[in-house]
């Protein structure tokens, strides 16, 4: 008899981004993974993302529409109702590729000393184009705690790694997921596997463009600093080196149009196109045993008039 498959728990934390999060809901249900367990921390927001939900949320493990602290508070708090023996976070304006939580739960029984792993990266426009990849080199514990280039949307962990190194510092606004993955090498291992997990979206709003150069550098000195990270000579010559190849290995992997798992050959192609069309709209699978039993009563928690 083959195995049960191990919950994987996912927590999406949103604010204002009715445009996006149907399709990153729509992307996590649609891996059909048998034990799910799906998470949705929604800050009380006010541009329609509730209406937009009100068809998913007997899907939700937990769901809350509430004043909350921004997306740290959202992620560490959405941990603390999940039990799965694998954990992720996925942002409200980020995909899953079709079949990665299949990959995931069968790379971790495979691999019993591996602690958390991370995948290439597909970047997206708001229209879902493919507009540029990150396709990494083997992983590196010393180049990923120097720099922070770990594909959030496409790390997951085991539950005791997290326990160890855990929870996520919700003093961070932008860095959270560097400073966990940070303090996840220091005591487990991590591995970078050669496909695509997920897509990452690039847009006018996206947090990435908005608050790097500000509250973005400084939260990355202060893992540094925490870190106790050294950059000598040396270092600053490896950090644009490893960039580069990662440069130049995306550009291979364009110029050949090598496919990839969670991935079609080139630029420009509709990231919907390797979901068939469905992560827009479509029938949804029947909700699943876990589903199901796991479903607890007042899952919706309104915000506060």
Not at 115 to 139: F, P, Q, T
């Amino acid at each position: 008899m083959r195995k049960p498959r191990p919950t994987i728990s996912i927590v999406t934390p949103s604010y204002n981004q009715a445009e996006y999060i149907g399709r990153t809901v729509r992307s996590v249900l649609l891996q059909r993974y048998p034990n799910l367990e799906y998470v949705l921390m929604d800050g009380a927001s006010t541009d329609g993302t509730q209406d937009v939900l009100s068809e998913y949320r007997d899907r939700f493990a937990h769901y809350e529409s509430k004043p909350d602290g921004g997306q740290s508070d959202a992620v560490k708090r959405g941990f603390e109702h999940t039990s799965g023996e694998i954990m992720a976070w996925l942002n409200s304006d980020d995909v899953l590729a079709p079949g990665a939580l299949d990959f995931v739960a069968d790379y971790f029984a495979k691999h019993p000393g591996v602690d958390a792993i991370y995948s290439n990266r597909v970047i997206i426009d708001a229209d879902d184009r493919v507009i540029g990849h990150w396709v990494l080199g083997e992983h590196s514990d010393w180049l990923m705690s120097h720099w922070d280039l770990i594909p959030q949307e496409t790390c997951f962990w085991r539950r005791s790694l997290y326990e160890k190194a855990g929870p996520v510092d919700d003093s961070y606004r932008f860095a959270l997921d560097y400073d966990l993955f940070s303090r996840f090498m220091e005591h487990g291992r991590m591995e970078r596997v050669d496909r695509f997990l997920g897509a990452f979206r690039m847009h006018d709003e996206s947090k990435t463009i908005v608050q790097l150069e500000t509250v973005g550098m400084q939260e990355i000195v202060r893992v540094h600093r925490a870190r106790e990270l050294k950059f000598g000579r040396w270092a600053r010559v490896r950090g644009p080196v490893f960039t580069k190849m990662a440069q130049l290995r995306a550009a291979w992997h364009v110029r050949t149009k090598h496919v990839m798992p969670g991935c079609l050959p080139g630029l420009g192609w509709d990231y919907d196109d390797l979901w068939g069309g469905l992560m827009r709209e479509g029938a949804l699978p029947p909700l699943t045993s876990s589903q199901i039993e796991s479903k607890p009563e007042g899952v919706l928690e309104e915000a506060a008039s």
